[in-house]
């Protein structure tokens, strides 16, 4: 899709959520002009992804599963388009490889100049307590040197609870924190550091959010079943 056509995408999803769900929004200054970056944030519902890469200034890559390209019938060409207009990743679900291929990916995007999206958390927060952050988005901050924006959304569960189809327009929070900026160490750097970043990011994703700290990984609903 052409740059002018992902413009005009964002930009008609921009004005449905203003016009819909009126959110609360703060610290856009904070997402740099310029240059590659990485935005990393909190996770509570599907239409988290759709909210940033809708309104922040900026274009941000996210990954995406594979499947939301296999939809059928209108809605999976209406999903198609704008995950396609959006520059979303697809990536298929559980598959360790792919992940990895995919963490690489952003690496090019970064280095080409673009913003670049990722959940720390590693899965939406069924219960939205704030759990601990895996250590790709350390290890892609100081693979890059690209500073790392925090984001904190509130209350977008609430725009499409967990299990249900249907989208309730309500007022919402995205607050955007001053960037985190590191050393860029190449992608041969320590566990300890990356740890160290990712455990920094955190925190300040905390400091948007309020939310309840989790001093352990989130899992997805298929991992949890016996």
Known sequence: MAIGESGMVRSAVRTMIR????PDMTGFEHVPQTGGFIVASNHLSF???????????????FFA????????????????????????IPVERGDQSAS???????????EAGDGVGIYPEGTRSRDG???????????????TGAPVVPVGLID??????????????????IRVGEPVHVEKLGP???????????DLVMEKIAELT???????YNKRPDETAS
């Open 19 to 22: 016009l819909g769900a009126r």
């Open 47 to 61: 239409l988290d992804s759709v909210i940033i890469q809708a309104m922040l200034p900026r274009q941000v890559r």
């Open 65 to 88: 599963k594979a499947d939301y390209w296999s939809q059928p019938g209108l809605k999976g060409k209406i999903m198609r388009g704008f995950f396609d207009a959006v520059g979303s």
């Open 100 to 110: 990895v291929n995919a963490l690489t990916q952003l690496v090019d995007f970064i």
């Open 129 to 143: 307590r704030l759990y601990r952050g895996r250590t790709g988005v350390g290890w892609l901050a100081l693979t």
């Open 156 to 173: 977008t569960d609430k725009l499409q609870p967990p299990g249900k189809r249907v989208i309730i327009p309500r007022k919402f929070q």
């Open 188 to 198: 041969k750097h320590g566990l300890p550091i990356r740890r160290k970043t990712t």
């Open 210 to 216: 309020g939310q309840e700290r989790v001093d352990s």
